[in-house]
């Protein structure tokens, strides 16, 4: 799950990063509304952090341009100002939550995992495919009852795939969502992390399938 967080205060922005990596994220960062706006006509994402007070251009304005493009991620709203007023303005401006500073990380990633089941339309907090099931609160992977051990990499490719199983994921698709603005991809990445998931998946019912010119599909077989 790849994740936008739009902050110009540059520490509060590492902090936010270096927490949502530990949990598997993959995140860029904009500093301003401007690159915002760019870094989200590029690439696509599962949930954009926005703060409302932003240099060149704020917030609010960048939220209204987003939805009237059409681009439906989710947004949760960060600012100072917790006021009812300007909940509710960013509510009808079509933001998915709002969260007054200062909070807890705990909270921010609980109220990220909701934004993203309702974006993908799922209500349940695990999602299973056959015994392949990942727990939505915790975000691990279990495997016939057994914890299954995966590299950051291999999560992030894993986790879209099951978000999106039974459709088939294109490989630029699982690229974008996989890396961010600032690391250096390997061509054949993709195709590594996921001959790695199906030797981790060997003797269950769980199955990457490979449509050749189209992508990968993950099934219950």
Excluded: C
Excluded at 33 to 55: C, F
Excluded at 91 to 102: F, M, N, T
């Amino acid at each position: 799950m790849r994740i936008l967080i739009v902050e110009d205060n540059a520490e509060l922005a590492a902090w936010l990063a270096k927490a949502l990596r530990q949990t598997q994220y993959t995140v860029d960062i904009a500093a301003d509304g401007l690159d915002a706006e760019h870094m989200l006509r590029l690439a696509t994402y599962s949930a954009v952090i926005l703060d409302l007070s932003l240099p060149k251009l704020d917030g609010m304005t960048v939220l209204k341009q987003l939805r009237r493009t059409g681009n439906k991620v989710p947004v949760i709203i960060l600012t100072a100002n917790a006021s009812l007023e300007g909940r509710v303005a960013g509510l009808d401006s079509g933001a998915d939550d709002y969260l007054a500073k200062p909070f807890e990380i705990a909270e921010l990633e609980a109220r990220i995992r909701a934004v993203i089941r309702r974006g993908h339309d799922v209500a349940a907090p695990q999602i299973a495919v056959g015994d392949l099931v990942l727990d939505g609160r915790t975000r691990q992977f279990s495997l016939s009852g057994q914890a299954l051990q995966l590299t950051p990499r291999e999560h992030a490719v894993l986790e879209h795939l099951i978000m999106k199983a039974g459709v088939t994921v294109t490989k630029a698709s699982l690229s974008e969502g996989v890396f961010g603005f600032d690391d250096v991809a390997d061509p054949s990445a993709i195709e590594i992390y996921v001959h790695r998931l199906r030797k981790k998946l060997e003797g269950s019912s769980i199955q990457i399938v490979t449509l050749r010119g189209l992508g990968y599909l993950l099934r219950h077989v």
